[in-house]
């Protein structure tokens, strides 16, 4: 038996409607034959509650949360509020959200903070760019985005991490096993040196370009324990056989 379950969530970003929603019934009834893997679908906030009641037992989350319980926050959505729509994880941090938004790792790590005291998986996004994997800085850059984003503790919620190197995200220049291999490692001592042996139930996902021709490659690495998938989410027809992939990893 793995130490860690794998994690397939698919991130649908701006895009998804309630039509839309009709791809849920056949990802999750792939995800209950599969078998040994857990399924989540992150859609936009208005899709989260009908996302609910059709999503067949696949975990539904947010893609975002305010660090705050409430206030003059215009166009922000709490934890509570997430909550009470019957999502049960949400993505901080996403490299979209830190470039388009101006997040610091500050701001992420007390949106996951929040998070995790609501009790919702908190799913941390962390990545270089090109340029930094270029100079050969990625591996610093990461692990310190880690240390700044990630919590000092939590009581309740989950924690999951996923590396996501922006250069990958949306590009169809998926990383190497090597490279995924060498950053999940690198995450992995972080979290251990960090969290002790709590630091290795963590997941780490792998995001950027994760499609059904690199998948099983990418999760038999060692310490990727699923994948964070945009693009190839937004259909059964794409998500299924990414699905599958985990569960055989
Ligand atoms: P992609 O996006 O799979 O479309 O590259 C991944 C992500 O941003 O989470």
Request: proline fraction near 4%; hydrophobic fraction near 45%; charge should be negative.
């Amino acid at each position: 038996m793995h130490l860690r379950r794998k994690l397939v969530v698919g991130n649908w970003k701006m895009n998804g409607s309630l039509a839309q929603l009709a791809e849920l019934g056949p990802i999750a009834e792939a995800a209950k034959e599969a078998g040994g893997v857990d399924v989540g679908i992150c859609p936009p906030f208005t899709l989260i509650a009908p996302a609910v009641t059709r999503s067949g037992g696949l975990m539904i989350g947010a893609q975002d949360c305010h660090a705050r319980e409430s206030g003059a926050h215009t166009g922000c959505v709490s934890v509570a509020m997430i909550k009470e729509a019957g999502a049960r994880a949400v993505i901080v941090g996403h490299s979209e959200r830190r470039a388009d938004n101006h997040e610091t790792d500050a701001q992420v790590c007390a949106k996951a903070e929040a998070a995790l005291a609501a009790g919702l998986i908190a799913i941390v996004c962390v990545g270089e760019t090109e340029a930094q994997r270029k100079v050969g800085s990625h591996v610093e850059v990461v692990t310190a985005m880690l240390a700044g984003s990630l919590p000092d503790g939590w009581e309740g919620g989950e924690l999951v991490v996923a590396y996501e190197p922006v250069w990958a995200i949306g590009t169809g220049n998926v990383a190497t096993p090597a490279d995924v291999t060498e950053m999940h490692a690198a995450i992995r001592a972080a979290l251990v040196g960090r969290f002790g042996d709590k630091g290795d139930r963590i997941r780490i996902l792998y995001g950027g370009s994760v499609k059904a021709d690199n998948a099983a490659e990418l999760f038999a690495c060692p310490d990727v324990d699923g994948g964070l998938v945009g693009g190839a989410s937004l259909t059964a027809d794409a998500f299924v056989p990414i699905i599958a992939a985990a569960a055989k990893a």
